[in-house]
């Protein structure tokens, strides 16, 4: 896992040549799937479900832009699992859990990123994944908790994503919407046992992090601050 977050910061990092400008922004993700008629959810629905807040991962993202094209980093969460397993659907002692996604994407907007109509497209890749939510406080109490790895999560998948939106720009302000789909990578995500790990010989060595769930479709609804 540390490696796929670490290939993400640094084409964030080393894009930082390519694209001039800056922008900073807050969004909310829902994730669907079709329904018994094969039919994914509209954009009427979606806006619903998140001006009720059904379902919604709440979070923020940074994109360098060009002229026209953009690179972007996500990452959207929701806290509020109450602490039950998904696998078993019991409560776990040892506290709450939080679901992520972070991701990375290539985005080609058609009349420039900060044009006052603001179509574009977008690819990429990411990871979603499930742990707890307090692990320092948890790993302090070694004798409660002594198998949490403090880096890795609980579980954890990759995944590939294609997307279309629409923007509106007002400088320094923009809203947008966009729809994604993803697809779940068939590599299982690694990750690597911490060096206080209690079997020693385990120490050091990489393991595959049980897989977590892919959705494979969301609807994403945005503000952004254009800092140029």
């Given amino acids: 896992m540390k490696k796929l977050i670490a290939i ?38 979606a806006w619903k479900d998140f001006k009720d807040g059904n379902g919604v991962y709440y979070g923020g993202f940074a994109e360098l832009l060009g002229k026209h094209w953009g ?17 078993t659907g019991l409560s776990d002692p040892l506290g709450d859990f939080i679901s992520y996604d972070v991701n990375l994407y290539l985005s080609y907007h058609i009349f ?12 990429g890749f990411g990871m979603t994944a499930f ?10 109490d070694q004798t409660v908790a002594p198998t949490i790895d403090d880096d890795d999560p609980l579980f954890a998948s990759a ?16 809203i947008f919407f966009k729809a994604n789909w ?32 892919v959705m494979p479709f969301r609807w994403t609804f945005g503000a952004k601050l254009l800092l140029f």
């Fill in 182 to 213: 993803c697809k779940e990578s068939k590599n299982l995500v690694k990750g690597t046992y911490d060096s206080d790990y209690p079997d020693p010989n385990l120490a050091g060595k990489e393991y595959y992090i049980e897989p977590w769930f």
């Fill in 112 to 123: 420039g990123g900060a044009a006052f109509l603001d179509p574009f497209v977008e690819a």
């Fill in 159 to 174: 995944y590939t994503t294609v997307g279309i939106g629409l923007g509106m720009n007002l400088k320094p302000i923009g």
């Fill in 8 to 45: 993400l910061a640094l084409g964030a990092l080393v894009a930082t040549g390519a694209f001039a400008e800056l922008s900073l922004g807050v969004s909310g993700v829902q994730y669907y799937q079709e329904d018994a008629n094969g039919k994914l959810p509209s954009l009427q629905q």
């Fill in 71 to 87: 690179l972007g980093l996500a990452f959207n969460y929701d806290p509020l699992l109450d602490g039950i397993d998904p696998k």
């Fill in 131 to 140: 742990d707890y939510q307090n692990k320092d406080k948890l790993n302090k």
